[in-house]
Each structure stands twice: as structure tokens, then as C-alpha cells.
């Protein structure tokens, strides 16, 4: 096996009395899905908002491609190779969806100190954006406002935009949440397609999609992990059957 | 050392001041979501109320509440035809309806009373000076405006700390739906608590008509320094804004009374009182400068 | 954004050339129609709204397209008329400033120098004042602009409260910028290339960011943006027209004092901002004419004017979204979002 491509050690946050993160040691190979399952309140989005560097923690590390990124803002994590999809889409509605992404593909071009050249027209910003769109699934709705889009399109755009900034670790938020059925799966399919070439991070409530996607799986509870292990291996745990899997599968 | 005493105390007399407005503006800011560019404007309404009465009773203790109510009704009736409809602006348009307002304000006021200042004469129990202790004499209307400005701060940390009314205020910064709950209506509850950031600003009007000019423009003056006295508190916190409002009391006081003299022993000539009178006015914005370098938040931000 | 949207089919893209060609040749016509129609003193009114249209459009640029809402535009504004006011004094008197002799009544050597140390003004207060955002943003820009309104009323050497006398027009080659329809054609022909230079500033690359900050700046950050330097950079160029526009005012009044940076003026380019639509980028120039035309008008019907234009301005805000174009909808029934 590849070494981790990130990191995580004994990191924790407190929230007045609430430990939303409480020791939490965790990596990421390269390449592979890493699925973080678990309760609603367990922490899982304070824990992506840590990696991103929109949450301080209190204490612990964060290593990145074996350097820590603990000092780092959100832009510079995003550009050293990270980036994330949000649960509650956080996209520019005014914007296309080709815009959205095009914005995306040129902050990884470098900076944009460039005040003349029309930007709507520029193909080097479109071009790549609208393939973008189309390994998203989203080609034919490129031109469309996005607040016109549907909340599975948005779920779609949110993933393309992630892929524009070429990250090499993915964080995803919740990708299925609120999607149809026909969205689940070809979210499902999209991100089969992707994994071997970009690490990810899956927090997610859909066990199905979770075993069929994960090589490995964390479950966190109150902040804690309680189990890391295979998928096979975690079906197996009767700590997280009792803790999480048995609270049924609403 | 004697000076020193007293501009000390003067600068304390301004922060009380900026205080009440402060508190006023912060309270609104940090509950109901408004920027409230008027609120200065009750200031003005305060004092020119409480002028137009002194000067037609003679009595400012008739006066003194005529000011405190008018800007509390004043208030209030802001918040019902105009301020209501803003809570769920954006702060643009809260900040465009509210400079609407002030426009409307001071020009009704000079259509009232003309733009001649007016004057109050300080009320005769309150004449006169005391002597404090050593050789520092202090004028009694001034320790007046400080005792009444510390019970009103003591006051409203009891009203939010102990009351009712202060738990649903609490409440209400962080949980609108929660108070909807409790059965309150939270309409009410908004217009009340305009009502009081009203009078908090009626009550400064009120105390500054005697020691200053009652003159149109005069809230806007102190509405920009009590931004500043915000900004440095920090937004929405009411100790924030006590302290914020102390310290911008004393700087600027003891930068107008010492820095003159200061820049006369470096250099000589009238340029030495200009440019003193310059730096002082930009004083207490260096200040605010300074401490958003140090505390983008501010000094005591209200969390959340 | 909506105006700019629809210039990217080629076939309404010169509808919009068209458009703008004829709207051109109108305002430069207008000094002789004011003739003719016997109202020479339109063109004076016409060259004030021209300069105050650059402030609004530079403005726009900050508050409509960054979303940074900013109430110390004017201070920028009264530094470049300060920057013509000075070196005019220095040019009459000869006197030089630090050593240096500064004196100019040349509108090519004034106008870049008066630009460029707004710029400036705007780069150091920007810089703290954009360590906040939200109220307290508006609350500190407003705040520092009545710091340099302090420090010109103090600053006697140049006037103080009473301001400063230019009592000639700064000079062009060629050009007499002393008749009033020349210097109204100097100011549309600033206002023309400032026009230029903003719509193709909201269309680059720049102004792409610009309009993800304002919609999302979490978004941005999600990207790999840092923001910060985008909106110093916007504030900046925003400070320069509006340095640019004071300039121009200068050497129309003829005269400049600290009242030029009172937070008043700052309300007016916002309201303006708002009336033509922010963010869009001609509403700006709408917003400038109906603010000056309906305040002219005002004014001279009563004394009190500011007693009607403030309640008009609350319910402007009120039951209107989107300024003139909100009214224009809800005048014709359209629904009000």
C-alpha cells in the first residue's frame, strides 16, 4: 500500500462543553475512498471543516503530502491539493453552471490579477470547465442559471467545480444527500470512475453506496473513532453495529 | 495634576455619553439585525425636545422626561412604520433607508427651529462646582451626567441579566423561533426594545443639551464617533460598548486638552495648534486602526 | 450582470454598440440643445452629473460587483479634489511642499497625480478597513472617511473649513477647458473611457472574481482564492475614479473644501450606486442623473427638499428591490422578489 497522503493526529475541538472532535486520528492513502460513517452530531462536518482550515482545532496535526498544513488557510489547502464538496451546496447562483466552474478552472491557473481580457469568452477557462461538467453528468446543463438547477444538479455541479481545482484529496460532504434514486447512481458511477486517481474522504449516510465505494471505513461517534477497518471488517463490529448500525437505517 | 483630574473626568462625562448611544445602537445591531444610521437623529430629537420645553417652562425637570419620551416615542414610531420592514434586509438597504431618514429628520428640524442653535441653561440644583478633594473643583452638572450615565449602565446589565424581559432579549440574539415559542410576540418585544435604544439616545440628548449647542447635524456627529465607540467594543456586546465607549471618552478628551500644548514645545507657531487640533480630532480613528490590527472583532465581540 | 450577459451573442452585442453610439452622440449634443432650448445652465448640471456618474460607476465597482459596501466613498473623492486645490495653490504661490515644488494647473499633470493619491489613501485605510466585513466594514469606512474630514478641516495651511480657491480651470493643451461646453466634453470624455475601463474590468478575469466574492466568498476560498488581496486591489481602483471624479469637480466648482468628503456625500454615492441597480454597470450613470435631476428639482420647487427626498428614499428602499428597475417592475405590476 501507498503511504498516507494525509494525515491526521489527536485532533480535537470543543464547542462550549461539547466535544464535536475528541482525539481523532485518522489517514488517507492515496488514491483510495476512505468512508467516515456515523450518527447526525457526530462531528463529521466540524471535522471537514478542520481539514479545510475553516475551523481551528484546539489541538492536534494535520499533515498533508508530509508536510503540516496546520497554519494554513482555506485558499492555500485548496491549492496544495484538497478540496471538498459542501452538504448544503454553497455555489454562486447567480452564476451558469459553466461559469461556476470556469471561476473554479481559472483559480487554478494562478492568480487573477488580469483585468482586460473577457473571461466569458476565454477558452481556456471553458474548455476545460465544460469537460469538468460532463464527467460530473451535468454537460447538457452547462448553460443554465444555477438557481434554475434542480438540488441533484446542484449536488453534480458542487463535485465539478471539486474536480476543477484537480485536487489530489477529495472531501465529500454528504454527496447523496437529498439525490433520487437515478442521481444517487450516477453520482455512484462518477465517483467509481474517479477513485484510484484521486484519494477521497466519503462522509455518508448510505450505507449502500458506503460499501460499495469505501476500501476502508471509520465510524465516528461523538467525535471519537470508535472503528476503523475494511468494510467486511466493520459489518463484523459489534461495537458499531451496537453503536450506529443498529439504530436502523433511517 | 489638578487639569489632569479633571480632563480625566470630562473624558469619563463623554463616555457615559457615548455609552448610552452605543449601547442603544449594539443592543439593535446584535438582536434585531439593524444598522440604524437614525439613531443619532434620536439623540437630536432628544435635545431639541428637552430645549423647546426648558425654554418654554423654565423647568428641566419638566424638560428632562418631555426630551426622554419624545425620542422614545419617536423611536418607536421609526420602528413600526420604517425599521420593522428592514429586518430581513440586507445592511445596504437597511443603511440607505436609515440615512433616508436622517435626511428627513434634519431638515424637519430646521423647518421647526430654524438653524440657529439653541442653548438650555444648566438647571439651578445643578450649578456651580464642588470641590472634590485636594485643590480639583468639578462642576456638579457634569458629575450629575456621569452618576446618572454609570446607574443607567448598572441598570440595563440588570435589566438583561435578571429580568424577564432581558432573558427574552438574550434569547431572542441567538433564537428567534425559540421566543416565538415561549408565546412572546416578538413584534412587541422589537418595538419596546427600539423604544429603549431610543431613549438610551434621548436621555444623551437630554444631558448634553445644557453643555453643548442643540443644533441640526449634531446627531451625526456623535453617531459616527459612536460607531468608532462599536467598532472597538466590539458589535453587539453591551460590555463591549461600555468599555469601547470609556476609552474612546478619555483618549479623545485628553488628546484635545493635552496635545496643543505638547506640539507647541516641539514647534512654534499657529501650525503647532492646527495640526495638534488635526491629530486630535483623528485621535480615537488611529485608535480604532490600532485595535483592529490587533482584534479585527474588536475588544469584547459578542460571540455567535 | 444581466445587461453584460446579453452582450455575448454577437448580434445583440452591436444592438448594445448601437445603443451606446446614440446615447454618446445625445450627451455630446446636449450643450447645444441646452442652447437652444435656452437653458444654458443644463450644461453646467449636465457636466456635475458626467463627474459624479464616475464616482457612482467606481463606486459600483466595490459595492455592486464586490459586494464591499463601502460609506467612505467620498473621502477618495474629496483627496483628488484636494490633490487639484493644493497644487494650484502651490502653482500660484510657489511656495514647494517638503522641498518639492508641486505647483501644476495642468489637468494632464493634476488628474494622474490626484488618481493615483487616492489610490494610494484608499490602499492604507483598505487594507485595515478590510480586515472587517459586514457592519462593521460599513461602520469603519465611514469612520475613516470622517477621519480625513477632521484632518482637512484642520489642516488651515490649505484653507481648513473654509476650503481651498482654484480660481482657474486647470489648463489642457489646445483645448480651453474655461467654456463650459468644452469642459463639459473634457468630463464626458473622462467619463467615456472610465465606462471602458470598468465594463471591461467586470467582464476579465478579475471581475470574475470580484462577483464570486460578492456571491460567495466561502465559495471562493473552496476554490483556492485567497480574497483578501482581490478586494484590496477592487477598493483600490474603486478609490482612483473616485480620486478621478473629485478631481474633475475641482476644476468644475472651482473650489474645494472638507464638505466635498462629508459622509453625506459618501450617502449620496450609494444611494445613487442603488437607484441605477448595483451592479450594473451603466445604472450607475442613471443613478447619478435622477439623483442630481430629482435634488435639482426639488430644490428649486422648496428649501426643505431633503424633508421629501428622505421618505422618498425610505420607500424607494422599501417597496422597491433593485432600484429604478425594481420601480419600473412595480409600476407595471410585475411581481417584487
Redesign the interface.
Known amino acids: 500500500m501507498s503511504e498516507s497522503l494525509l494525515r491526521v493526529s489527536r485532533l480535537f475541538k470543543r464547542f462550549g462543553g461539547v466535544n464535536a472532535t475528541d482525539d481523532l486520528s485518522l489517514d488517507v492513502r492515496a488514491g483510495e475512498i476512505h468512508a467516515l460513517i456515523g450518527p447526525n452530531g457526530a462531528g463529521k462536518t466540524t471535522f471537514i471543516g478542520q481539514l ?1 482550515g ?1 475551523v481551528r482545532p484546539d489541538a492536534g496535526d494535520i499533515h498533508f503530502d508530509g508536510a503540516s498544513i496546520n497554519g494554513l ?4 489547502r ?2 496544495r491539493g484538497i ?2 464538496t ?1 452538504q448544503i451546496t ?6 451558469t453552471a459553466l ?1 461556476n466552474v ?3 478552472v ?3 491557473q494562478g492568480h ?11 477558452r481556456s477557462l471553458l474548455a476545460p470547465a465544460r469537460e469538468y461538467l460532463t464527467a460530473a453528468g451535468l454537460a447538457e446543463r452547462a448553460d443554465v442559471r444555477v438557481s434554475e438547477l434542480s438540488h441533484g444538479e446542484r449536488k453534480q455541479l458542487e463535485l465539478a ?2 474536480l ?2 484537480k485536487p489530489r484529496l477529495l472531501l465529500l460532504d454528504e454527496p447523496m444527500a437529498g439525490l433520487g434514486a437515478a442521481e444517487s447512481r450516477r453520482m455512484v458511477d462518477t465517483l467509481s470512475s474517479l477513485k484510484g486517481s484521486i484519494a477521497m474522504l466519503l462522509v455518508e449516510h448510505d450505507m449502500d453506496v458506503v460499501f460499495a465505494l469505501a476500501d476502508r471505513i471509520s465510524v465516528l461517534v461523538y467525535g471519537r473513532v470508535i472503528a476503523s477497518g475494511s468494510p467486511v471488517e466493520i459489518q463484523a463490529d459489534t461495537q458499531v453495529r451496537a453503536a450506529y448500525l443498529g439504530e436502523g437505517d433511517a | 495634576m489638578s487639569l489632569l483630574i479633571e480632563q480625566a473626568l470630562n473624558g469619563v462625562q463623554l463616555g457615559v455619553m457615548l455609552f448610552l448611544l452605543a449601547a442603544g445602537l449594539t443592543l439593535i ?1 446584535g438582536i434585531m439585525g439593524v ?1 440604524n444610521l437614525a439613531h443619532g437623529s434620536l439623540y437630536m430629537i432628544g435635545a431639541f425636545a428637552m430645549a423647546w420645553v426648558a425654554n418654554k417652562t423654565g423647568s428641566f425637570l419638566i424638560a428632562a422626561p418631555a426630551g426622554l419620551l419624545t425620542a422614545g416615542a419617536i423611536g418607536m414610531l421609526m420602528e413600526f412604520f ?1 425599521i420593522r ?2 429586518y430581513a ?1 440586507d ?3 437597511q ?3 436609515t ?10 428640524t ?2 421647526l427651529f430654524g438653524r440657529q442653535p439653541l442653548f438650555v441653561q444648566i438647571p439651578g440644583f445643578l450649578e456651580g462646582s464642588i470641590l472634590l478633594f485636594g485643590d480639583v473643583r468639578y462642576p456638579v452638572y457634569r458629575i450629575a451626567i456621569i452618576a446618572v450615565g454609570l446607574l443607567t449602565a448598572i441598570g440595563l446589565y440588570l435589566l438583561i441579566a435578571r429580568t424577564r424581559l432581558g432573558m427574552l432579549i438574550r434569547a431572542g440574539a441567538t433564537n428567534r423561533d425559540m421566543v416565538r415559542a415561549l408565546g412572546v410576540d416578538i413584534r412587541l418585544l422589537y418595538t419596546a426594545l427600539f423604544g429603549l435604544g431610543a431613549m438610551l439616545a434621548g436621555l444623551a440628548g437630554v444631558m448634553a443639551g445644557p453643555i453643548l449647542s442643540v443644533q441640526v447635524g449634531m446627531g ?1 456627529q456623535v453617531l ?1 464617533l459612536t ?2 465607540v ?2 472597538i467594543g466590539g ?1 453587539g456586546s453591551v460590555r463591549g460598548a461600555f468599555v469601547g465607549a470609556m476609552i474612546v471618552g478619555v483618549v479623545d478628551t485628553m488628546l484635545r486638552a493635552f496635545l496643543p500644548q505638547t506640539f507647541r514645545q516641539l514647534m512654534t507657531g ?2 503647532a495648534d ?2 495638534a ?3 486630535s ?2 485621535g480615537v ?2 485608535l ?2 490600532l485595535v ?2 490587533v482584534k ?3 475588544l469584547m465581540p459578542a460571540h455567535g | ?1 444581466a445587461d453584460l450577459k446579453t452582450t ?1 451573442g454577437p448580434a445583440s452585442a452591436s444592438r448594445t454598440y448601437a445603443v451606446i453610439a446614440i446615447v454618446l452622440a445625445m450627451l455630446a449634443a446636449l450643450p447645444f440643445i441646452a442652447d437652444a432650448i435656452g437653458q444654458p445652465a443644463l450644461t453646467s448640471l449636465a457636466t456635475r452629473i458626467t463627474i459624479l456618474a464616475i464616482g457612482a460607476a467606481s463606486l459600483n465597482l466595490a ?1 455592486g460587483y464586490c459586494g464591499l ?1 463601502s ?1 467612505g466613498h467620498a473621502a477618495w473623492y474629496g483627496v483628488g479634489a484636494y490633490v487639484v486645490g493644493i497644487m494650484y495653490r502651490h502653482y500660484v504661490t510657489g511656495d514647494p511642499l517638503l522641498g518639492l515644488s508641486i505647483g501644476s494647473d495642468q489637468l494632464l499633470v493634476t488628474l494622474p497625480l490626484a488618481i493615483l493619491i487616492s489610490g494610494l489613501f484608499a490602499l492604507v485605510l483598505g487594507a ?1 478597513s478590510l ?2 466585513s ?3 466594514f ?3 469606512t ?3 472617511a ?2 480625513l474630514f ?2 482637512f ?5 490649505y484653507g ?1 473649513d473654509d476650503g481651498l480657491i482654484v480660481r482657474r480651470r486647470n489648463a489642457l493643451p489646445f483645448i480651453d477647458t474655461r467654456d463650459g461646453p468644452t469642459y463639459y466634453w473634457v468630463c464626458l470624455f473622462f467619463a467615456v473611457a472610465w465606462f471602458a475601463l470598468m465594463s ?2 467586470v ?7 470580484l ?2 466574492i460578492r ?2 466568498e ?10 483578501y ?2 478586494k484590496l ?1 477592487c477598493f483600490v481602483i474603486s478609490g482612483m475614479g473616485a480620486g478621478l471624479a473629485g478631481a474633475l469637480m475641482a476644476n468644475h466648482a472651482r473650489f474645494v473644501s472638507p464638505d466635498m468628503m462629508h ?2 456625500q459618501s ?1 449620496e454615492f ?2 445613487m450606486v ?1 437607484l441605477g441597480g ?1 451592479g450594473t454597470l451603466f445604472g450607475a450613470a442613471a443613478g447619478a442623473a435622477v439623483l442630481i435631476g430629482l435634488e435639482t428639482q426639488l430644490a428649486a420647487w422648496t428649501e ?4 421629501i ?6 420607500l424607494m ?2 417597496f422597491t428591490r433593485g432600484g429604478l428597475s425594481g420601480l419600473v417592475r412595480l409600476l407595471r405590476g410585475g411581481r417584487n422578489e
Not at chain 1, 90 to 95: F, G, I, R
Not at chain 2, 99 to 108: A, E, K, Y
Not at chain 3, 309 to 314: A, S, Y
Open positions: 479545510m475553516e488557510s482555506t485558499a492555500a485548496v491549492r478540496a471538498r459542501f454553497e455555489l454562486l447562483t447567480e452564476d461559469d470556469a471561476l473554479a481559472q483559480a487554478g487573477s490579477f488580469r483585468f482586460l481580457g473577457n473571461a466569458g469568452a476565454d467545480i471539486a476543477a481545482s | 445591531f444598522i420604517v420592514k428592514l434586509r445592511h445596504l438597504d443603511v440607505l433607508a440615512f433616508g431618514l436622517i435626511l428627513f429628520f434634519n431638515q424637519l430646521v423647518l451625526e459616527i460607531f468608532v462599536v467598532v458589535v499657529p501650525d492646527a495640526l487640533a488635526g491629530f480630532a483623528m480613528y488611529m480604532m486602526a483592529l490590527l479585527p472583532k474588536g | 450582470m455575448r459595492l459596501v460609506f485595515l480586515r472587517t459586514g457592519v462593521q460599513i461602520m469603519i465611514l469612520a475613516f470622517q477621519m477632521f484632518f478641516v484642520a489642516l488651515k495651511a481648513g471591461r474590468i467582464t476579465s478575469r478579475f471581475g470574475r472574481v462577483e464570486g456571491q460567495s466561502r465559495r471562493m476560498a473552496a476554490i483556492g482564492v485567497s480574497t488581496p482581490y486591489a459622509w453625506t450617502g450609494m444611494i442603488i448595483a426643505h427638499w431633503q424633508v427626498l428622505g421618505p422618498l428614499l425610505v428602499i422599501i
